[in-house]
């Protein structure tokens, strides 16, 4: 109820008898009886907006969560388009490497478990070029200091996760982070670039560590050139 309204209620007007006062109470219990009857008109449009802002909000979460949830992927700088690496695959635990897509799969048979976009070794040099051919990964380490030297360049990386698949007169390769690398490097830098990793397939630090986790010693290793 307004200023107004209640000002107006409490007036003094000069000239009613109590006959006038009498037939002006029900006049005043009617707007009494409006008033009332707005206010409960309020309170239940108050509480209709209240439940139908609930059910909207409830329902925009759900669409988010059933968008999301029961996912088993794991997306790190994924490309459109890419080939279902794992289709056919008949291990239980494979990683699977196209050097021409610069991208890895880790596959569960048929189903694809993790994509992610990597850097693979620079075809510059013999010594940097990441091998085709199917491997195994043979040890799974972490926090060390990944040094070599490719007869051009030496380096010594620190690195979160190591698994290495392979052992070759050049040394080792392996899968690892490289968190020395932009985001937007993986996944887009061509094996003809000087800036290519030395041989190994680097990724970023979450595909890395969810790669580490998932992968067991004795896991197959395929690196296919396309």
Known sequence: MSRNQNRQYNVYRPGWNMSTQQKAVPSKQKRLSFTKRLMIIFIVLAIGGGVFYGVKNKSSTSTYQSKNAGSSIAKVNSKPSLPDACSGNKLSQEVIVILS??????????????????????????????????????????????????????????VS??????????GAYGFHDATWRTPNQFGHISTASPNASH????????????????????????????
């Open 101 to 158: 897509e610069q991208h890895a799969w880790a596959c569960s048979y048929t189903q694809i478990e993790m994509s992610s976009d990597v850097v693979t070794g620079y075809t510059g040099n013999p010594a940097d070029v990441t091998p085709t051919g199917t491997y195994y990964i043979y040890a799974k380490e972490q926090n060390v200091d990944l040094k070599g030297n490719d007869g051009v360049t030496s380096w010594n990386d620190p």
């Open 161 to 170: 996760y190591w698994m290495p698949f392979l052992f070759n007169q050049y």
């Open 199 to 226: 041989g190994c397939v680097e990724m970023p630090l979450a595909s890395a560590a969810w790669l580490y986790s998932w992968a067991k010693i004795g896991t197959a290793v395929t690196i296919k050139a396309t």
